[in-house]
């Protein structure tokens, strides 16, 4: 156990539906970081955000967002769903940000576009 | 450019034979260099890191890998297969090329053989 939640831990949607998944990292971790894992794409970083600002970005789509909360926990929203979207999202957290830090990863939610 | 190559997507051996995964990275600055494991429908586990302390890095499961700079690699074995290690494993680099951010390998998918 990574310490890392993740809820749900599965989702099924329709086509153009939003979704909320959501994210509490472990205790004392300031960094938030969300992957996208399909078995066409591979594991994809999306975006990472530390202590409430966002941090990085990567191969987010203008669809999804997220944001940290004061309390540290982390949402991805996406909304507008297609089917391609139907993927593992992976929240992973690290005490700071930096080469030296490993990532801890939650469980992961399944989401299925239908 | 930071990049990782893992170099075989699938090895397979038999139970009791060593493993060797490999991994060639590129970085313009001395890296942190990272192997996680993710079994079936698992999320994602840290077995190892390098961060410029000793170059042979011990991690759990009995997995191992050493750093070469000349060669720019960062290899993972174990001397004695089991079958709880038929896994996917990742190779990850982070560097100052990457803003830190970690740069992830496709994978290999280790195949253990009763």
């Known amino acids: 156990d990574s310490g890392v939640t993740q809820t749900p831990k599965h989702l099924i949607t329709a086509t153009g539906q939003r979704v909320t998944l959501r994210c509490s990292p472990r205790?004392?971790?300031?960094?938030v970081y969300w992957y996208q894992q399909s078995l066409d794409q591979g594991l994809q970083f999306l975006i990472q955000?530390?202590?409430?600002?966002?941090?990085a970005k990567g191969n987010i789509l203008e669809r999804f967002s997220a944001q940290q909360f004061p309390d540290l926990h982390s949402e991805l929203n996406l909304s507008s769903l297609e089917l391609g979207d139907s993927a593992l999202y992976f929240c992973?957290?690290?005490?700071?940000?930096?080469?030296?830090?490993?990532?801890?990863f939650g469980p992961g939610t399944r989401l299925t576009v239908t | 450019a930071q990049s990782v190559t893992q170099l075989d997507s699938h090895v397979s051996v038999s139970e009791g034979t060593p493993v060797l995964l490999r991994c060639n990275y590129s970085?313009?600055?001395?890296?942190?260099l990272f192997w996680y494991v993710q079994h079936p429908n698992k999320g994602l586990q840290l077995l190892l890191k390098?961060?410029?302390?000793a170059t042979l890095v011990k991690g759990i499961n009995g997995f191992e890998a050493e750093f070469k700079k000349s060669e720019t690699s960062f290899h993972l074995t174990k001397p004695s297969a089991h079958m709880s290690d038929a896994a996917e494993y990742f190779c990850?680099?982070?560097?100052?090329?990457?803003?830190?951010?970690?740069?992830w390998g496709a994978g290999t998918k280790l195949i253990i053989k009763p």
């Open positions: 992973a957290s690290s005490v700071a940000f930096g080469g030296a830090y490993e990532q801890y």
């Open positions: 205790s004392g971790d300031l960094s």
């Open positions: 955000y530390y202590n409430g600002e966002e941090r």
């Open positions: 970085s313009s600055y001395s890296p942190s």
């Open positions: 390098y961060t410029s302390a």
């Open positions: 990850v680099v982070s560097s100052m090329d990457s803003n830190y951010q970690l740069i």
